[in-house]
């Protein structure tokens, strides 16, 4: 069993910044499972933000967020973050952690993760 827990989002400002987080836990978990954060708005397929390996070494990004969004991970922690900044009305959604149970390479399709949280809400508007 594996859950998956985003907490974070709310309503900002265009320009204002944002930080999400997602706490892993369950006996199925492994620490060792690249973790990645999606996005999805309405009438939108979810949407491929960035994917973390376990250690932090290996990060990427989706170019809509590069140079914007930063992820991180405390693998102690079973966490990850994301540093939302420069946030614009585009960047509302439900954004979601998911983790990749089988990685044979680094996936940017949702369907390559078999767990997601439930999602938080962010909010981007004046």
């Known amino acids: 069993q594996v859950q998956l827990v985003e907490s974070g989002g709310g309503l900002v400002r265009p320009g204002g910044s944002l930080r999400l987080s997602c706490v892993a836990s369950?006996?199925?978990?492994?620490?060792?499972?690249?973790m990645a954060w999606f996005r999805e708005s309405p009438g939108n397929e979810r949407e491929f933000l960035s994917v973390i390996e376990w250690c932090g070494g290996t990060v990427r990004y989706a170019d809509a967020v590069k140079g914007r969004f930063n992820c991180s991970r405390d693998s102690t922690k079973n966490t990850i973050d994301l540093q939302m900044n420069n946030l614009a009305p585009e960047d509302t959604a439900i954004y979601y952690c998911?983790?990749?149970?089988?990685?044979?390479?680094?996936?940017?399709?949702?369907?390559?993760?078999?767990?997601w949280g439930q999602g938080t809400q962010v909010t981007v508007s004046s």
């Open positions: 369950g006996s199925g978990y492994n620490q060792y499972w690249p």
């Open positions: 998911a983790a990749d149970r089988t990685p044979a390479a680094i996936a940017y399709s949702a369907q390559e993760y078999e767990y």
